[in-house]
């Protein structure tokens, strides 16, 4: 369902993202994790077609991302770290305003909407202009409007940041019943816990690069140590600093 074959992202002469291969399947939610500044937010921008790779290729569904961005963003959903909404418009327009974008029939798409108004428990503030929102009012509209079409993917930036524990709850519903529909999920976040209860499989960037892949067994195989999540994503990532850094932050 997703494809990333030796993809790399310059910005001038700085390596972004720096070979990156991976396949990820329909019906799975992969973690994609890796410390601040490691290509992470790169690759989520590549694989909405936000930008284009700078060697590579990338496909969503079996469409090329860059020569066919038309048909992979109609099966794409992507809820960013911060959610974007228009101001003078309520939380209803906004929905109607996606419904019309992907081209929803009026009557199955406002009924949709309905469902969803429910499903995230809007309907107290959804009549109202989003200037009013707080962030986990604007994060569980966003969530609703990127669910509104049944998207195949679902790309998702640090989804649980400004929710209250019962709307964190709901999102992890509602992301474990799109991968058992046959949707895929692909999520980056920093809180391990949440990875450790939802991913199927995780894959680690760091520098770029793409250092580990696999379940928490495969992953804590390659790390040499049974430890949580945190302990192997600490142990990998320290192992790909280069000498003379690691040297220096030793006592």
Avoid: W
């Avoid at 798409?109 to 962030?135: A, C, N, P, Q």
């Amino acid at each position: 369902m997703i494809e990333l074959l030796d993809v790399s992202k310059l910005y001038g002469d700085k390596l972004a993202v720096d070979g990156l291969t991976l396949t990820i399947s329909r019906g799975e939610l992969f973690a994609f994790l890796g410390p601040n500044g490691a290509g992470k937010t790169t690759t989520i921008k590549m694989l909405c077609g936000l930008l284009f790779p700078s060697r590579g290729t990338i496909r969503i569904g079996g469409y090329d991302v860059q020569k066919q961005g038309d048909l992979a963003r109609q099966i794409i959903s992507y809820v960013p770290d911060q959610p974007f909404l228009y101001e003078k418009l309520t939380g209803r327009e906004f929905l109607e305003f996606i419904r019309e974008m992907y081209g929803m029939d009026p009557v199955q798409g406002r009924k949709r909407i309905d469902e969803l108004i429910d499903v995230f428990e809007l309907d107290s503030f959804v009549d109202d202009l989003t200037e009013s929102y707080s962030h986990g009012m604007k994060q569980r509209t966003v969530f609703a409007a990127a669910l509104l079409h049944q998207p195949e993917v679902l790309i998702v930036d640090e989804p649980m940041v400004g929710l209250d524990p019962k709307s964190q709850r709901l999102v992890k519903n509602l992301m474990r019943q799109e991968v058992a529909r046959g949707g895929t999920v692909f999520m980056s976040t920093h809180l391990l816990g949440d990875v450790e209860e939802l991913a199927t499989r995780i894959g680690i960037v760091h520098r770029g690069r793409l250092i580990g892949c696999g379940t928490l067994d495969t992953l804590r195989k390659q790390a040499a140590h049974d430890g949580s999540l945190e302990d192997v994503f600490l142990r990998l990532t320290a192992e790909e600093e280069p000498a003379e850094l690691t040297a220096k932050g030793a006592p």
